[in-house]
Protein backbone atom coordinates (compact mmCIF):
# COMPACT_ATOMS: atom_id res chain seq x y z
CA UNK A 1 0.00 0.00 0.00
CA UNK A 2 1.31 3.47 -1.14
CA UNK A 3 0.69 6.60 0.60
CA UNK A 4 -1.86 7.82 -1.80
CA UNK A 5 -3.32 4.64 -1.32
CA UNK A 6 -3.40 5.17 2.42
CA UNK A 7 -4.48 8.80 2.07
CA UNK A 8 -7.60 8.23 -0.04
CA UNK A 9 -8.87 5.03 2.55
CA UNK A 10 -8.01 7.36 5.08
CA UNK A 11 -10.19 10.59 3.52
CA UNK A 12 -12.95 8.46 2.47
CA UNK A 13 -13.27 7.43 6.24
CA UNK A 14 -12.91 11.24 7.54
CA UNK A 15 -15.48 12.28 5.41
CA UNK A 16 -17.89 9.67 6.41
CA UNK A 17 -17.16 10.77 10.19
CA UNK A 18 -17.91 14.03 10.17
CA UNK A 19 -21.45 13.79 7.51
CA UNK A 20 -22.75 10.62 9.20
CA UNK A 21 -21.21 9.79 12.34
CA UNK A 22 -20.30 13.05 14.73
CA UNK A 23 -23.99 14.47 14.18
CA UNK A 24 -25.30 11.16 15.45
CA UNK A 25 -22.90 9.60 17.82
CA UNK A 26 -24.17 11.62 21.18
CA UNK A 27 -27.99 10.25 20.42
CA UNK A 28 -27.09 6.64 19.78
CA UNK A 29 -24.76 6.55 22.68
CA UNK A 30 -27.24 7.90 24.82
CA UNK A 31 -29.99 4.92 23.74
CA UNK A 32 -27.70 2.65 23.75
CA UNK A 33 -28.67 1.89 20.40
CA UNK A 34 -27.18 -0.22 17.50
CA UNK A 35 -25.68 2.07 14.85
CA UNK A 36 -27.35 0.21 11.89
CA UNK A 37 -27.06 3.01 9.37
CA UNK A 38 -23.32 3.42 10.29
CA UNK A 39 -22.74 -0.57 10.19
CA UNK A 40 -24.33 -0.56 6.40
CA UNK A 41 -21.16 1.89 5.55
CA UNK A 42 -18.60 0.29 7.16
CA UNK A 43 -19.66 -2.58 5.23
CA UNK A 44 -19.64 -0.21 1.41
CA UNK A 45 -16.00 1.03 3.18
CA UNK A 46 -14.79 -2.55 3.19
CA UNK A 47 -13.62 -1.97 6.69
CA UNK A 48 -15.43 -5.86 7.95
CA UNK A 49 -12.51 -7.20 5.40
CA UNK A 50 -9.95 -4.48 6.20
CA UNK A 51 -7.07 -6.90 7.46
CA UNK A 52 -8.27 -9.70 5.37
CA UNK A 53 -6.03 -11.15 2.21
CA UNK A 54 -7.38 -9.43 -1.34
CA UNK A 55 -7.52 -12.93 -2.66
CA UNK A 56 -10.34 -13.71 0.00
CA UNK A 57 -12.03 -10.20 -0.94
CA UNK A 58 -10.45 -8.24 1.86
CA UNK A 59 -8.81 -4.85 1.49
CA UNK A 60 -5.73 -6.88 2.53
CA UNK A 61 -4.54 -3.23 4.63
CA UNK A 62 -1.27 -3.38 6.60
CA UNK A 63 -1.63 -2.98 10.16
CA UNK A 64 -0.09 -0.01 10.21
CA UNK A 65 -3.11 1.59 7.93
CA UNK A 66 -5.32 -0.08 9.98
CA UNK A 67 -4.27 1.41 13.32
CA UNK A 68 -4.63 4.86 11.49
CA UNK A 69 -8.44 3.89 10.67
CA UNK A 70 -8.87 2.79 14.16
CA UNK A 71 -7.41 5.79 15.83
CA UNK A 72 -9.87 8.03 13.27
CA UNK A 73 -12.90 6.47 14.20
CA UNK A 74 -12.20 6.43 17.67
CA UNK A 75 -11.39 10.07 17.95
CA UNK A 76 -15.37 10.40 16.75
CA UNK A 77 -16.74 6.78 18.45
CA UNK A 78 -14.57 4.55 19.65
CA UNK A 79 -17.47 1.45 19.56
CA UNK A 80 -17.86 1.57 16.50
CA UNK A 81 -14.30 0.08 15.97
CA UNK A 82 -15.62 -2.77 18.39
CA UNK A 83 -17.86 -3.68 15.99
CA UNK A 84 -15.07 -4.69 13.01
CA UNK A 85 -12.12 -5.51 15.19
CA UNK A 86 -13.23 -8.83 16.92
CA UNK A 87 -14.79 -9.66 13.88
CA UNK A 88 -11.28 -8.84 12.30
CA UNK A 89 -9.59 -11.06 14.94
CA UNK A 90 -12.25 -14.41 14.04
CA UNK A 91 -10.85 -14.01 10.31
CA UNK A 92 -6.97 -13.88 11.19
CA UNK A 93 -7.89 -16.82 12.96
CA UNK A 94 -9.11 -18.62 9.84
CA UNK A 95 -6.95 -16.73 7.58
CA UNK A 96 -3.75 -17.70 9.26
CA UNK A 97 -4.56 -21.28 10.98
CA UNK A 98 -7.50 -22.49 8.86
CA UNK A 99 -7.87 -25.26 6.04
CA UNK A 100 -7.93 -24.04 2.17
CA UNK A 101 -12.00 -25.33 2.71
CA UNK A 102 -12.42 -22.98 5.86
CA UNK A 103 -10.69 -19.73 4.01
CA UNK A 104 -12.56 -20.04 0.66
CA UNK A 105 -15.97 -20.74 2.77
CA UNK A 106 -15.84 -17.79 5.65
CA UNK A 107 -13.29 -15.38 4.43
CA UNK A 108 -15.23 -13.67 1.34
CA UNK A 109 -18.45 -13.42 3.40
CA UNK A 110 -16.54 -11.83 6.70
CA UNK A 111 -14.99 -9.41 4.08
CA UNK A 112 -18.27 -8.13 2.60
CA UNK A 113 -19.73 -8.24 5.86
CA UNK A 114 -22.65 -11.12 5.14
CA UNK A 115 -21.05 -12.61 8.13
CA UNK A 116 -20.44 -10.81 10.98
CA UNK A 117 -19.28 -11.77 14.46
CA UNK A 118 -15.98 -11.91 16.86
CA UNK A 119 -14.07 -13.81 19.42
CA UNK A 120 -15.84 -16.36 22.17
CA UNK A 121 -13.26 -16.52 24.55
CA UNK A 122 -13.60 -15.37 27.88
CA UNK A 123 -16.53 -17.07 30.67
CA UNK A 124 -18.31 -15.80 33.69
CA UNK A 125 -15.49 -17.54 35.92
CA UNK A 126 -12.38 -16.95 33.79
CA UNK A 127 -10.69 -13.81 31.22
CA UNK A 128 -7.31 -13.91 32.15
CA UNK A 129 -6.70 -17.62 32.84
CA UNK A 130 -8.04 -18.32 29.45
CA UNK A 131 -6.99 -21.87 30.00
CA UNK A 132 -8.95 -22.00 32.93
CA UNK A 133 -12.77 -22.18 30.56
CA UNK A 134 -14.77 -24.96 30.93
CA UNK A 135 -16.92 -24.21 27.56
CA UNK A 136 -16.66 -28.21 26.52
CA UNK A 137 -16.95 -29.68 23.07
CA UNK A 138 -17.22 -33.57 22.41
CA UNK A 139 -16.88 -35.20 19.36
CA UNK A 140 -19.83 -37.13 18.07
CA UNK A 141 -19.98 -38.01 14.88
CA UNK A 142 -19.00 -35.37 12.01
CA UNK A 143 -20.08 -33.17 14.77
CA UNK A 144 -19.02 -31.90 18.03
CA UNK A 145 -21.23 -31.30 20.67
CA UNK A 146 -20.95 -28.42 22.59
CA UNK A 147 -21.96 -27.16 26.39
CA UNK A 148 -21.05 -24.01 28.19
CA UNK A 149 -20.99 -20.00 28.72
CA UNK A 150 -19.17 -17.38 27.28
CA UNK A 151 -19.53 -13.63 28.55
CA UNK A 152 -18.82 -10.31 27.61
CA UNK A 153 -18.56 -11.28 23.81
CA UNK A 154 -18.82 -8.03 21.68
CA UNK A 155 -21.15 -8.11 18.71
CA UNK A 156 -22.81 -11.19 20.64
CA UNK A 157 -26.28 -10.11 19.65
CA UNK A 158 -25.57 -9.14 16.02
CA UNK A 159 -22.95 -11.28 14.88
CA UNK A 160 -23.71 -14.76 13.82
CA UNK A 161 -20.66 -16.47 13.69
CA UNK A 162 -17.98 -16.51 16.50
CA UNK A 163 -14.64 -17.62 16.76
CA UNK A 164 -15.23 -20.29 19.82
CA UNK A 165 -12.65 -21.59 22.66
CA UNK A 166 -13.60 -24.82 24.05
CA UNK A 167 -11.94 -27.72 25.84
CA UNK A 168 -12.02 -30.85 23.61
CA UNK A 169 -9.36 -32.59 26.53
CA UNK A 170 -10.19 -31.09 29.97
CA UNK A 171 -7.55 -33.55 31.27
CA UNK A 172 -4.97 -32.46 29.07
CA UNK A 173 -1.60 -31.31 30.53
CA UNK A 174 -0.16 -28.44 30.30
CA UNK A 175 -3.67 -27.48 29.85
CA UNK A 176 -3.34 -25.40 26.80
CA UNK A 177 -3.46 -28.98 24.82
CA UNK A 178 -7.12 -29.55 25.28
CA UNK A 179 -8.12 -26.39 24.02
CA UNK A 180 -9.42 -25.88 20.57
CA UNK A 181 -11.23 -23.48 18.40
CA UNK A 182 -14.11 -23.55 16.01
CA UNK A 183 -16.34 -20.92 14.14
CA UNK A 184 -19.30 -21.05 15.88
CA UNK A 185 -22.50 -20.15 13.85
CA UNK A 186 -25.65 -19.51 15.16
CA UNK A 187 -28.40 -22.28 15.70
CA UNK A 188 -30.27 -24.51 17.27
CA UNK A 189 -28.90 -24.89 21.19
CA UNK A 190 -26.93 -21.10 20.52
CA UNK A 191 -28.75 -18.79 22.23
CA UNK A 192 -28.07 -14.85 23.58
CA UNK A 193 -28.84 -15.56 27.26
CA UNK A 194 -28.46 -11.69 28.15
CA UNK A 195 -27.47 -8.25 27.06
CA UNK A 196 -24.50 -7.12 29.47
CA UNK A 197 -25.29 -3.42 30.44
CA UNK A 198 -21.90 -1.53 30.50
CA UNK A 199 -20.86 2.09 31.66
CA UNK A 200 -19.79 3.00 28.28
CA UNK A 201 -18.61 1.37 24.55
CA UNK A 202 -22.61 1.80 24.16
CA UNK A 203 -24.36 0.71 20.99
CA UNK A 204 -22.16 -2.23 20.41
CA UNK A 205 -23.65 -4.58 21.83
CA UNK A 206 -21.66 -7.41 24.52
CA UNK A 207 -23.35 -10.28 25.32
CA UNK A 208 -23.77 -13.77 27.19
CA UNK A 209 -23.81 -16.32 25.04
CA UNK A 210 -25.29 -19.98 25.98
CA UNK A 211 -24.49 -23.49 24.13
CA UNK A 212 -26.87 -26.59 25.38
CA UNK A 213 -26.06 -29.33 23.20
CA UNK A 214 -25.12 -27.05 20.27
CA UNK A 215 -23.62 -29.26 17.49
CA UNK A 216 -20.90 -27.34 15.50
CA UNK A 217 -19.59 -29.75 12.34
CA UNK A 218 -15.97 -31.12 12.97
CA UNK A 219 -15.19 -29.43 9.27
CA UNK A 220 -15.63 -26.11 11.24
CA UNK A 221 -12.47 -26.90 13.74
CA UNK A 222 -10.26 -24.31 12.97
CA UNK A 223 -7.42 -26.02 10.74
CA UNK A 224 -8.66 -29.29 11.57
CA UNK A 225 -6.53 -30.40 14.44
CA UNK A 226 -7.29 -30.71 18.32
CA UNK A 227 -5.19 -29.15 20.50
CA UNK A 228 -4.39 -26.00 19.05
CA UNK A 229 -7.68 -24.07 19.78
CA UNK A 230 -5.03 -21.86 22.62
CA UNK A 231 -2.71 -21.08 20.02
CA UNK A 232 -4.84 -20.08 17.98
CA UNK A 233 -6.68 -17.83 20.13
CA UNK A 234 -3.34 -15.72 21.23
CA UNK A 235 -2.18 -15.51 18.07
CA UNK A 236 -4.43 -12.67 17.64
CA UNK A 237 -3.79 -11.01 20.02
CA UNK A 238 -0.92 -8.64 18.91
CA UNK A 239 -3.24 -7.64 16.22
CA UNK A 240 -5.86 -7.09 18.90
CA UNK A 241 -3.67 -5.45 21.18
CA UNK A 242 -2.58 -2.81 18.50
CA UNK A 243 -6.42 -2.06 17.81
CA UNK A 244 -7.03 -1.42 20.94
CA UNK A 245 -3.92 0.84 21.11
CA UNK A 246 -5.04 2.93 18.36
CA UNK A 247 -8.48 2.76 20.09
CA UNK A 248 -6.90 4.69 23.32
CA UNK A 249 -5.02 7.27 20.68
CA UNK A 250 -8.17 8.00 19.13
CA UNK A 251 -9.47 8.89 22.61
CA UNK A 252 -6.81 10.50 23.99
CA UNK A 253 -6.47 13.02 21.09
CA UNK A 254 -10.23 13.24 20.86
CA UNK A 255 -10.04 14.49 24.74
CA UNK A 256 -6.92 17.21 24.40
CA UNK A 257 -8.49 18.40 20.90
CA UNK A 258 -12.34 18.93 22.66
CA UNK A 259 -10.39 20.75 25.57
CA UNK A 260 -8.19 22.82 23.39
CA UNK A 261 -11.02 23.73 21.63
CA UNK A 262 -13.17 24.29 24.98
CA UNK A 263 -10.31 26.07 26.91
CA UNK A 264 -10.13 29.06 24.66
CA UNK A 265 -13.54 29.90 25.03
CA UNK A 266 -14.37 29.45 28.42
CA UNK A 267 -13.41 32.18 30.33
CA UNK A 268 -12.60 32.92 33.87
CA UNK A 269 -10.72 36.08 35.78
CA UNK A 270 -11.37 38.22 32.86
CA UNK A 271 -8.77 35.76 30.67
CA UNK A 272 -9.88 32.46 28.37
CA UNK A 273 -9.00 29.72 31.03
CA UNK A 274 -6.32 28.19 27.98
CA UNK A 275 -4.16 31.89 29.88
CA UNK A 276 -3.87 30.31 33.25
CA UNK A 277 -1.03 27.76 34.19
CA UNK A 278 -2.42 25.19 35.26
CA UNK A 279 -4.56 24.26 32.32
CA UNK A 280 -1.48 24.60 30.78
CA UNK A 281 0.11 22.15 32.55
CA UNK A 282 -2.82 19.58 31.66
CA UNK A 283 -2.56 20.37 28.05
CA UNK A 284 0.63 19.84 27.76
CA UNK A 285 0.72 16.70 29.48
CA UNK A 286 -2.22 15.80 27.59
CA UNK A 287 -0.87 16.58 24.02
CA UNK A 288 2.48 14.48 24.61
CA UNK A 289 0.72 11.36 25.94
CA UNK A 290 -1.29 11.40 22.84
CA UNK A 291 2.38 11.79 20.79
CA UNK A 292 3.77 8.98 22.70
CA UNK A 293 0.95 6.97 22.89
CA UNK A 294 0.36 7.18 18.38
CA UNK A 295 4.47 6.56 18.18
CA UNK A 296 3.89 3.24 20.02
CA UNK A 297 1.42 2.26 18.01
CA UNK A 298 3.15 2.96 15.07
CA UNK A 299 6.41 1.55 15.99
CA UNK A 300 4.13 -1.77 17.18
CA UNK A 301 2.31 -1.75 13.86
CA UNK A 302 5.55 -1.62 11.96
CA UNK A 303 7.06 -4.69 13.49
CA UNK A 304 4.02 -6.26 12.75
CA UNK A 305 3.78 -5.97 9.27
CA UNK A 306 7.43 -7.04 9.17
CA UNK A 307 6.65 -9.93 10.62
CA UNK A 308 8.94 -9.24 13.75
CA UNK A 309 7.72 -10.92 16.81
CA UNK A 310 6.25 -7.83 18.54
CA UNK A 311 4.61 -9.06 22.15
CA UNK A 312 6.20 -6.83 23.63
CA UNK A 313 5.92 -3.53 21.47
CA UNK A 314 2.06 -4.28 21.05
CA UNK A 315 1.46 -4.49 24.77
CA UNK A 316 4.08 -1.42 25.46
CA UNK A 317 1.38 0.35 22.82
CA UNK A 318 -1.95 -1.02 24.20
CA UNK A 319 -0.94 -0.39 27.86
CA UNK A 320 0.40 3.04 27.55
CA UNK A 321 -2.72 4.30 24.79
CA UNK A 322 -5.05 3.44 26.87
CA UNK A 323 -3.84 4.40 30.01
CA UNK A 324 -3.10 7.49 27.77
CA UNK A 325 -6.85 8.25 26.53
CA UNK A 326 -8.23 7.40 30.13
CA UNK A 327 -6.20 10.22 32.03
CA UNK A 328 -6.56 12.53 29.19
CA UNK A 329 -10.14 12.11 29.66
CA UNK A 330 -10.13 12.62 32.98
CA UNK A 331 -8.36 16.03 32.52
CA UNK A 332 -10.46 17.09 29.93
CA UNK A 333 -13.71 16.46 32.42
CA UNK A 334 -11.20 18.39 34.93
CA UNK A 335 -10.98 21.22 32.13
CA UNK A 336 -14.60 21.44 31.01
CA UNK A 337 -15.13 21.99 34.71
CA UNK A 338 -19.10 21.45 35.23
CA UNK A 339 -19.67 20.75 31.54
CA UNK A 340 -16.91 18.08 32.10
CA UNK A 341 -20.02 15.90 33.79
CA UNK A 342 -22.55 17.07 31.47
CA UNK A 343 -24.30 14.43 29.10
CA UNK A 344 -23.97 17.64 26.37
CA UNK A 345 -20.42 17.78 25.82
CA UNK A 346 -18.53 14.31 24.76
CA UNK A 347 -15.90 14.05 27.47
CA UNK A 348 -18.06 12.67 29.78
CA UNK A 349 -17.94 9.46 27.05
CA UNK A 350 -14.72 9.48 26.81
CA UNK A 351 -14.16 9.17 30.35
CA UNK A 352 -17.04 6.05 30.23
CA UNK A 353 -14.82 4.59 27.63
CA UNK A 354 -11.15 4.75 28.25
CA UNK A 355 -11.19 2.23 31.16
CA UNK A 356 -12.54 -0.61 28.76
CA UNK A 357 -9.54 -0.22 26.82
CA UNK A 358 -7.62 -0.95 29.91
CA UNK A 359 -9.27 -3.98 30.53
CA UNK A 360 -9.80 -5.59 26.94
CA UNK A 361 -7.21 -7.52 25.19
CA UNK A 362 -5.24 -8.53 28.18
CA UNK A 363 -5.80 -6.23 31.19
CA UNK A 364 -2.92 -3.55 31.76
CA UNK A 365 -1.70 -5.61 34.47
CA UNK A 366 -1.13 -8.48 32.01
CA UNK A 367 0.39 -6.34 30.00
CA UNK A 368 3.25 -4.57 31.97
CA UNK A 369 4.22 -8.28 33.07
CA UNK A 370 4.86 -9.36 29.35
CA UNK A 371 6.07 -6.83 28.93
CA UNK A 372 8.62 -7.22 31.78
CA UNK A 373 9.05 -11.14 30.67
CA UNK A 374 10.14 -10.16 27.18
CA UNK A 375 12.16 -7.55 28.45
CA UNK A 376 14.29 -10.64 30.37
CA UNK A 377 13.96 -13.31 27.92
CA UNK A 378 15.49 -10.78 24.98
CA UNK A 379 18.23 -9.48 27.79
CA UNK A 380 19.57 -12.41 29.00
CA UNK A 381 22.14 -11.40 32.03
C1 LIG B 1 -16.95 -4.31 27.08
C2 LIG B 1 -16.18 -5.60 27.05
C3 LIG B 1 -16.06 -6.29 25.85
C4 LIG B 1 -15.40 -7.53 25.82
N1 LIG B 1 -15.36 -8.24 24.65
C5 LIG B 1 -14.91 -9.51 24.67
C6 LIG B 1 -15.01 -10.34 23.51
O1 LIG B 1 -15.47 -9.92 22.44
N2 LIG B 1 -14.59 -11.63 23.59
C7 LIG B 1 -14.08 -12.15 24.74
O2 LIG B 1 -13.74 -13.32 24.74
N3 LIG B 1 -13.95 -11.38 25.85
C8 LIG B 1 -14.36 -10.09 25.85
N4 LIG B 1 -14.25 -9.31 26.97
C9 LIG B 1 -13.70 -9.89 28.20
C10 LIG B 1 -12.32 -9.35 28.52
O3 LIG B 1 -11.39 -9.85 27.58
C11 LIG B 1 -12.00 -9.77 29.96
O4 LIG B 1 -12.87 -9.02 30.81
C12 LIG B 1 -10.55 -9.51 30.31
O5 LIG B 1 -9.74 -10.42 29.61
C13 LIG B 1 -10.29 -9.69 31.81
O6 LIG B 1 -10.80 -10.90 32.27
P1 LIG B 1 -11.75 -10.94 33.56
O7 LIG B 1 -12.80 -9.92 33.37
O8 LIG B 1 -12.17 -12.35 33.75
O9 LIG B 1 -10.83 -10.48 34.75
P2 LIG B 1 -9.92 -11.43 35.67
O10 LIG B 1 -9.13 -12.33 34.82
O11 LIG B 1 -10.79 -12.04 36.71
O12 LIG B 1 -8.96 -10.37 36.34
C14 LIG B 1 -9.35 -9.58 37.47
C15 LIG B 1 -8.16 -8.70 37.89
O13 LIG B 1 -7.05 -9.53 38.27
C16 LIG B 1 -5.89 -9.18 37.50
N5 LIG B 1 -5.11 -10.39 37.24
C17 LIG B 1 -5.59 -11.58 36.79
N6 LIG B 1 -4.59 -12.47 36.69
C18 LIG B 1 -3.44 -11.83 37.07
C19 LIG B 1 -2.06 -12.19 37.16
N7 LIG B 1 -1.64 -13.41 36.83
N8 LIG B 1 -1.19 -11.26 37.59
C20 LIG B 1 -1.59 -10.01 37.92
N9 LIG B 1 -2.89 -9.60 37.83
C21 LIG B 1 -3.79 -10.50 37.41
C22 LIG B 1 -6.45 -8.58 36.22
O14 LIG B 1 -5.49 -7.73 35.62
C23 LIG B 1 -7.64 -7.81 36.74
O15 LIG B 1 -7.20 -6.59 37.31
C24 LIG B 1 -14.83 -8.04 27.01
C25 LIG B 1 -14.91 -7.30 28.20
C26 LIG B 1 -15.57 -6.10 28.23
C27 LIG B 1 -15.67 -5.35 29.54
Redesign the pocket.
Known amino acids: MNAAEETQILDAIAKWLERDVRPKARELEKKDEYPEAMVQTMKELGLFGATIPQEYGGLGLPASTYAKIVAQISEVWMSLT?IFN?HLIMAAAVARYGTDAQKKRFLPKFASGEIRG?????EPD????LQAIRTRAVKDGKDYVVNGT?T????GIKGSCFALLVKTDPAASPRHKGMTMFLAEKGKGFRVSKK?E?LG?KGID?AELIFEDYRVPAENLIGGEEGKGFHHAIGGLELGRINVAARGVGVAYAALKDSVAYAQVRKTFGKPICEHQAIQLKLGEMATRCEAARLLVENAARAYDAGERCDMEAGMAKYFASEAALENSIEAVRIHGGYGYSTEFNVERYYRDAP?MC????????QR?IIAKQLIARNPA
Open positions: GSGLALTCGTDKWISNMKYSLIGEGTNEMI
